[in-house]
C-alpha cells in the first residue's frame, strides 16, 4: 500500500504558517512522518526533486504524475512546498495544478498567481509558461507585447522554447526589429539533440536574417559569452 508520508506534516505546516506561528522544523517533521508510516509497513511516496520535476515539466507530463501515477496522494505536500517553502518549481507545478483542476477545485486566478511567483524568482520553463499564455490567451487575456517580454527573459536565460516562441512573434510582427539581432543571437548558439528542433531552429535563424544587414548577423553568430 502506497501512502503520501509527509502529508500530515504539509498541513502542520500550512496550518501554523496561517496562523503566523513558527517553530516546526520541516525536514525533521517530514523525516519523523517517514519514520512513523514505515514503521507502520506502509511504502511512502517521495516528494520529486527539482530536477526529476523539471524534467516532468518539461515534457509536460507533471500533471500526470500527480494524478495518475500518485493518485493526488502527494497534493498537500506539493502545496506546502509553493505556499510555505515557495519553491519555484513547486509554484509552477501547484499553479498548474490549480489551473487545471488536478487534484484540486479549480481556481485559475490563483493558479495563474503562483505560476506568476515562480516567474517572478527566475525559473525559466515558469517565465515561458506565463508568455505562452499571454501569447495565446490561455487563462489571461491575450497581449502578445507582454508576451514578448515574458518569452525575452526566458530565451536570455537560455530555454530554448521560449527562443522559438521569441522568434516567432518578432517575425509576425511584434515588438521592434531591434530584437531581431538578440533573437538570432539566442538561437544561433542554442544546443538541442533534436533533429525536429534543429530544423525549426534553422528555419527561424534564416527568416531571421532575411530581414537583418549582413553585418547584424555576423554579430549575432558570436559566441554567448564574447
Known amino acids: 500500500m502506497k501512502v ?3 502529508g500530515v506534516v504539509a498541513a502542520l505546516l ?19 512522518a517517514q519514520r512513523s508510516v514505515l514503521t507502520a509497513g506502509l511504502e511512502a511516496i517521495q516528494l520529486y526533486s527539482d530536477d526529476d520535476l523539471v524534467r516532468m515539466i518539461r515534457r509536460n507530463t507533471h500533471l500526470q504524475q500527480v494524478r495518475d501515477t500518485d493518485d493526488c496522494q502527494l497534493y498537500q505536500d506539493i502545496r506546502a512546498q509553493a505556499e510555505i517553502e515557495r519553491r519555484p518549481v513547486y509554484q509552477l507545478l501547484y499553479g498548474d495544478m490549480l489551473a487545471y483542476a488536478v487534484c484540486y477545485e479549480r481556481d485559475v486566478a490563483l493558479g495563474v498567481t503562483y505560476m506568476e511567483a515562480a516567474a517572478a524568482q527566475g525559473m525559466p520553463e515558469a517565465i515561458e509558461q506565463m508568455g505562452r499564455y499571454y501569447h495565446i490567451g ?3 487575456q491575450q497581449d502578445k507585447q507582454r508576451a514578448l517580454l515574458y518569452l525575452r527573459e526566458a530565451a536570455a536565460l537560455g530555454y530554448l522554447p521560449a527562443q522559438k516562441r521569441f522568434a ?3 517575425l509576425d510582427g511584434v515588438g521592434s526589429p531591434l530584437d531581431y539581432e538578440a533573437a538570432y543571437h539566442y538561437l544561433h548558439n542554442s544546443v538541442t539533440a533534436s533533429a525536429q528542433d534543429h530544423r525549426e531552429v534553422q528555419q527561424r535563424l534564416q527568416r531571421l536574417a532575411e530581414r537583418m544587414p549582413p553585418r547584424i548577423i555576423e554579430r549575432a553568430r558570436s559566441p554567448l559569452d564574447a
Open 4 to 6: 503520501a508520508a509527509f
Open 168 to 170: 516567432d512573434l518578432l
Open 14 to 32: 500550512i496550518s501554523q504558517a496561517h496562523a503566523g506561528q513558527g517553530g516546526v522544523n520541516p525536514e525533521r517533521a517530514a523525516e519523523a
Open 138 to 140: 490561455r487563462f489571461v
